[in-house]
């Protein structure tokens, strides 16, 4: 059972710490209503199902790569570069007037989905994350399977749980917008993004 409260804390800190994706889940939320927020979500949380995979059958492999030399500077200048394009298209983009929240499922899936897979991704701190602290914790631990799953479900709800009442907040703010506050948001989400990319790029080129 302690592994469960262990694997909530985890998933607590790596919500708290992936900045970017707030301003994304919010953002879109206030814009295009409830589902369209939740699609974000969907490709943050299948991008990290896919580290899971990645943890469980090629920890070792994946362990190997994150310790190559050049490979943060590479997955944070990618990473970088995607967070200064969306964040740039999200600040100049600006709203004639208040957008009607809607949501069409052949279109916001996947352009939504791929935001949020792409931020979270290509974001250097998500992958040392789960395949480089996570496995170390786990080997240091001397997990059982049992409890390595205990574990894993226990970061990965709390990741679903966490970014859900984001959704489900930005939802409650969405009836008090006026176009003024809705580009106030753009401005504030873009630029946040913009910064967290160029911080980012700085960061692994330094």
Same mark, same amino acid.
């Given at each position: &059972? ?12 790596l919500?708290? &710490?992936?900045?970017?994706?707030v ?5 879109t939320?206030?814009?295009? +209503? ?5 699609t974000?979500?969907? +490709? ?8 899971v995979?990645?943890? #469980?059958?090629?920890a070792d492999? &994946? ?12 997955? +944070? ?16 983009n *600006?709203?004639?007037e ?10 916001? $899936?996947l352009a ?5 897979f792409?931020?979270? *991704?290509f ?5 040392? #994350? ?9 080997? *240091?631990?001397?997990?059982?399977d ?9 970061? #990965? ?30 401005k ?6 913009? $910064?967290?990319?160029?911080?980012? $790029?700085i960061?692994?080129? *330094?």
């Amino acid at each position: &059972m302690d592994y469960l409260f262990y694997g909530m804390g985890w998933g607590l800190w790596l919500a708290i &710490m992936v900045g970017p994706l707030v301003f994304a889940l919010i953002q879109t939320t206030l814009e295009k +209503g409830t589902p369209a927020g939740f699609t974000v979500g969907l +490709g943050i949380w299948l991008s990290d199902a896919l580290f899971v995979l990645a943890f #469980f059958w090629a920890a070792d492999s &994946m362990r190997s790569l994150t310790a190559y030399e050049n490979f943060e500077l590479i997955v +944070g200048t990618i990473g970088g570069i995607i967070l200064l394009l969306i964040g740039g298209g999200i600040y100049l983009n *600006t709203p004639k007037e208040l957008p009607k929240p809607s949501f069409k499922a052949s279109k916001d $899936i996947l352009a939504n989905g791929f935001k949020g897979f792409a931020i979270n *991704t290509f974001n250097p701190f998500t992958f040392i #994350f789960w395949l480089g602290m996570i496995p170390t914790y786990v080997q *240091t631990n001397k997990m059982i399977d049992t409890q390595i799953f205990i574990f894993i479900l226990a970061i #990965f709800g709390t990741i679903i749980f966490t970014d859900s009442l984001k959704v489900i907040f930005a939802k409650k703010l969405q009836p008090k917008l006026t176009l003024k506050n809705i580009i106030l948001v753009r401005k504030i989400s873009g630029a946040a993004l913009v $910064i967290f990319g160029i911080a980012l $790029i700085i960061r692994v080129l *330094t």
